[in-house]
């Protein structure tokens, strides 16, 4: 009872983070980046059924106090992947009869998992809404043309000295959607694991995260796929660039696990990491040699070679 109490809070809160984003203010969109957080938090903690009623319990919520479709959309993109992901983290098969060790489920393929929904959620919600690259171009050009005519500024730009950036930008939001929520949703899954863990609650061992975090090869096939058709126009370009941002992504987040392992030992460790996650925030060029790092891991062993050379290894 006390967890089922405890997920109608949970869910609760993640509905107030998710309308956040209404209010218009300046944390609105911090707060809806982390709606996801308290559904990972109580389903690890507090098992399944906790998850499951934090899901529905922000269903209701939002139904009844935003809309239905606010409702459809946090279910479908935040809440119950965030209930799945929490339930695969905490589950395991003993390995005595006393329970006192478990077999967990690998957390590569928790963040295969991941991967696959984020881009196949995505996809649900673009087709529902429905996205037009010209149409929604164009729209963004006329607005920024009547703002520059409104200025009374000499020499604003026209709709056609705005339109081909616009395109090429749209063209890039599917694979940057779907690159962006990945890690959002990892990184709430991982800070309501470490939550769990402050409070004791969490059985799970330690995983380490860069000794343990990979993908499937066939990943990197279904990668080089999407990439090559989301240069294609209409619908099948959009979903092969929303699933090309995604498995990319999964691959540069591996990378950053072998980086972690391949300079663990240097002494630059520290600055060699702050740099490369600083140039990828601000750039983003590292994310390339990250993401053929995390391909290349699987056949060469790349972080097997360097745990192995460990002393006790």
């Keep these: 009872m006390n967890g089922l ?18 209010s218009g203010g300046a944390l609105g969109t911090p707060l ?46 935040v809440a119950a992947p965030m209930a799945f992901y929490s339930y695969l983290v905490g589950l395991g098969r003993p390995l005595d009869e006393d329970g006192r ?17 984020t881009a196949a959620t995505i996809i649900g919600v673009g087709m529902v809404i429905g996205f037009d690259i010209e149409a929604t171009a164009g729209e963004v050009a006329d607005m920024l043309v009547a703002m520059g005519q409104a200025s009374g500024e000499p020499g604003a730009p026209t709709r056609e000295d705005l339109l081909p950036a616009l395109l090429l930008y749209m063209r890039l939001m599917p694979f940057a959607l779907g690159a962006f929520w990945l890690v959002l949703t990892a990184f709430n899954l991982w800070l309501g694991s470490r ?28 990668f080089a796929g999407a990439a090559l058709l989301a240069g294609l126009d209409g619908s099948l370009g959009l979903v ?11 691959f540069a987040m591996v990378g950053f696990a072998v980086l972690h392992v391949v300079v663990r030992a240097n002494p630059a460790a520290p600055l060699i990491l702050g740099v490369t996650y600083g140039a990828t925030f601000v750039l983003s060029i590292p994310l390339v040699p990250l993401a053929i ?21």
Excluded: C, Q
């Design 195 to 222: 939550v769990v863990r402050l409070s004791g609650r969490l059985k799970r061992g330690d995983d380490s995260i860069a000794e343990t975090l990979s993908l499937p090869m066939w990943m990197a096939g279904v």
């Design 5 to 22: 109490l405890l997920g109608i809070a949970a869910g609760a809160a993640s509905a107030l983070l998710f309308a956040a984003v209404t």
């Design 32 to 77: 809806f980046f982390m709606s996801a957080l308290p559904v990972a938090i109580v389903t690890i903690g507090w098992g399944t059924l906790a998850g499951i009623a934090a899901v529905l319990a922000a269903v209701v919520g939002l139904w009844v106090f935003v809309s239905w479709k606010a409702a459809l959309l946090h279910a479908l993109v």
């Design 293 to 313: 790092a995390g391909i290349l891991d699987g056949p060469l062993g790349l972080r097997a070679k360097r745990l192995n050379k460990r002393p006790g290894a």
């Design 101 to 117: 060790s478990f077999e967990w489920y690998p957390l590569g393929r928790v963040f295969t998992a991941m991967v696959l929904i």
């Design 240 to 250: 092969a660039g929303v699933i090309a941002g995604a498995a990319g992504m999964g």
